[in-house]
């Protein structure tokens, strides 16, 4: 095993260029650097889409079942789960673990693989992605942070509203979206050509991640109606489940006040075990907030992180190398078990 050891975000912050001009960043990154107007239309339309496309889809698939206009199969489950397990893959190992936190060393191949299925999760496009989640981790839970529930007044409707807002609602506020200055904290990732070709060719990925099920559907049943419903179940359902109902609860639930908080972090992230096999170990997401250069979620036995696993499989492929593991005695040191009420007083102090 070639795993070394990370530090803690607290000891060394994410090595995040800080005085790079954005002038640096290359001509036509559409569509994180278009600005003005178009910027704020761009926003919206894609918002809209990611709000309301995904819940739309899943109603017409229960109307058209429940008209007995198909019968559910296994396609259409397999083609959903696998598309979930492929774009998670891309998000969490790709996105999160290698291009936010260079928290391992990848291949080229495997570095553009998991850049190509996690433009196909419909979260973003690669860069800007990798952007947003570095300015969470700088802020968290403070004013600049992205998408904090915590950022709201005190109340109950007021923590209902924080919820909503980290969320979904983030993503219609262009000061979380495209907060001045943003392209700052991801000037390294501009610099590898290999990302910023699938930067540019976001759509292309986007659509295949609704084509590719689609074909795959239609090749099995044998039918323009089996392609309807691999891309029906393979595209928008499968981005709701993973969206809606899992990865996104990443920013919501997992910095509620739900979970258990192992660590003493300055923020208000949480471990909620119900999460992390949908996310891929990422609900382990105080114990991330602990060690954010760390490859692995998982600080116990019993901490289950699927994709720590697949890091090693990819590891033994020889497509996946140097994984940094929180050093033992930076955990013993940072851990805490102190009552998580006293914890979020004393946060609120
Ligand atoms: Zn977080
Ligand atoms: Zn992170």
Redesign the pocket.
């Known amino acids: 095993m070639h795993a070394i050891e990370a530090e803690s975000l607290e000891d060394t912050e994410l090595d995040v260029p800080g005085d790079v001009p954005e002038a640096e960043v290359p001509e036509g990154a559409a569509p994180c650097t278009v600005s003005g107007p178009t910027a704020l239309v761009a926003d919206r339309v894609f918002a809209f889409l990611v709000t309301f496309l995904p819940p739309l889809a899943v109603g017409l698939a229960l109307v058209l079942l429940g008209l007995g206009w198909y019968r559910l199969s296994a396609i259409e489950l397999g083609l959903m789960l696998g598309m979930h397990l492929l774009c998670v893959i891309g998000v969490e190992l790709g996105f999160?673990r290698l291009f936010?936190?260079r928290s391992y060393e990848a291949h080229r191949a495997a570095k553009v693989v998991l850049a190509v299925l996690g433009s196909m999760a419909f979260e973003g496009p690669v860069i800007w992605w990798a952007a947003t989640?570095r300015k969470h981790?700088r802020y968290s839970d403070k004013q600049g942070d992205p998408h904090s529930p915590h950022l709201h007044p005190a109340g109950a409707w007021h923590v209902f509203r924080g919820f909503v807002h980290a969320h979904i609602g983030w993503i219609w506020v262009p000061a979380s979206m495209r907060p001045p200055g943003w392209a700052r904290y991801v000037t390294d990732l501009y610099r590898d050509s290999d990302l910023l070709k699938i930067q540019l060719s976001y759509f292309a990925w986007l659509a295949a991640g609704f084509v590719i099920p689609g074909a795959i559907g239609g090749a099995l049943h044998g039918s323009w109606k089996g392609a309807f419903l691999g891309m029906l179940y393979g595209g928008p359902v499968r981005v709701f489940m993973m969206n809606h109902l899992t990865y996104w609860c990443i920013n919501s639930v997992t910095h509620s006040r739900l979970g258990s908080r192992p660590y003493a972090t300055s923020d208000r992230s949480s471990n909620v075990p119900l999460l992390a096999i949908p996310t891929l170990g990422q609900s382990w997401h105080n114990n991330?907030h602990a060690f954010?250069s760390a490859s692995t979620m998982s600080h116990a036995w019993w901490q289950i992180d699927i994709g720590d696993w697949i890091l090693r499989a990819l590891e033994c492929a020889n497509l996946v190398s140097n994984r940094r593991r929180p050093a033992g005695h930076r955990m013993a040191k940072k851990k805490t078990y102190l009552p998580r009420s006293k914890m979020n007083h004393e946060s609120d102090g």
């Open positions: 999160h936010s936190h989640h981790h991330h954010p």
